[in-house]
């Protein structure tokens, strides 16, 4: 197998959604080395990404890993992958860019250095809204190795890295194909070459700003927008399924890996995140790594009609609209207890003079790639925020799951109910047809829900819409929220113990005279309650 050949199956990730264990940066190298280190040794997984986008993460981390691979017999490149992922220029600055481009420029120097022919071949781009900043990435990984050629004799070769973008928002998802065509056209005119494109699909952004629904039927259509622009380029597209173990943040676990291929067929590799790894344990993560192979090769990528795609886009915005509703009543709430979190990663805070934060839902940028112009006109007028202060999405999901509201249900049950007013019964179908995880994600998601503990944090208003939404989902699909099983009681135990506590806690804020005792206990408690479900956040 040549190396533009391998495609792995499985990638590493750096995310801090485990409930079981703080990593601190030191210890990444270690462990990336060690989750890919073959079976039964290592985990057996193929691809790391060294995440350099919002984190503390050492300028020498990436060689540090690629050499201490080599040294274990696996060669960068050809046996298993050494993804970077570099700061968005725009979102941080062009500064750390270059820093963590130049880490890769010499990884490859020192790899060389030892012999061998392995590579850092990649580095994916977040947040990518337009091929202009995948372009403009382009012409500084010229730059640096220019650079390197001439202080190191590197070879001056302009292509040796190619970039993956990073889709994390459903606008941007629904555009990904034109997008990517945007940039093989504008590489082409920079003189730059393509020799495949795999390109990442986020879960969790796309379904913490827009809702469940929006967020997976998003990255259905870009699946199909995107092989059928390879198809029709004669390029490799290769999708990443970026995605965490509970079902908001794309349901990525053993349980469910065969549903997960099938329900977005086309998918290359999907990402293995901390809570995978740790929260549901090494064995559970070996099988993944053997699964996925058997689960993701030789499936056909979805593919949609225009009148199926349009069709969808009016669902994604039919969702959207409570979701948002919600959404805006709720931060105010979910922001203060997201800051209780752990944070399980050495992440630049969000709040911090080199942080930042996300940015908030853009109604008229979605409501613009909607064709129904009615869907497409009330989508527009969605309420939203002024200010873009949320928080990540993993803290986001923990902070909900923590009040007993799995926020896979918001705007979910009043979607459906709009769906069957306006399409009648066979709407409500032919949804269920073209995302028939659903009701798995959502009875997952059930097990968790504690509609009186969410009253303890919740404003009136926002717990009858939110009333509303498991009503409207058991009523049509049959889901029940609470416990299933005698894990769920305990679990449900400790739910309905901390909430005092936790009141307390997010009512001091800063200013809280509780005892440190008690702040520890409230977070033990939470990744107590993490590790029973399988992931922090």
Known sequence: MSEADFIPATMMTQHPDSASRYVPVRDEAVEAIDALTPQPIGLGLEEVMVDYEGKLTPYHQTAEIALGLLERGQVP???????PRVPSATKETAFHQLMALMSVIESNYQ??????DGA?????????????ELVDVRRRIQDVIELGHKEFGIPSDPDAVQVIPLIEEVPELLGAGRMLGQY??????AGYKVSRLRIMLGRSDSAMIYGLVPSALAVKIAISDCCALGREKEIDVMPIYGGGVLPFRGHVSLENLGRLAEEYAGIRTVTVQSGL???CGGAATRQVAIQAHECLRGKSPLAYSAGERDEIAALIGLFTIPYLESFTELLPVVVPISDVIPRQRDRLARKSAVGYARAAAEPAKLAAEIANASVAARVAAAPTLEAASLPRAISFTGA????GL???????????????????????????SIYPGLKVDLAQAARFANMATAAMHLPGKLMSQLSEDFREVSARLGIEAGPASAEDQRYHVLLETVQPLLRQLVAGGDEWAGEVADRDLVTEWICRLGRLRGSLG
Do not use: K, N, Q
């Open 400 to 403: 909900l799951y923590a009040i």
């Open 277 to 279: 790894r740790y929260d």
């Open 120 to 132: 850092i071949r990649e580095v994916i781009v977040p947040m990518v809204e337009t091929a202009a």
């Open 77 to 83: 490149g050809r046996d298993i992958l050494v993804t």
């Open 111 to 116: 790899l060389a250095a030892a012999g061998s």
């Open 184 to 189: 093989l056209e504008r590489a082409a005119a």
């Open 406 to 432: 799995p926020p896979e249900f918001i705007g979910t049950g009043r979607g459906l109910a709009t769906v069957a007013r306006e399409l009648g019964d066979d709407g409500v179908g032919r949804l269920l």
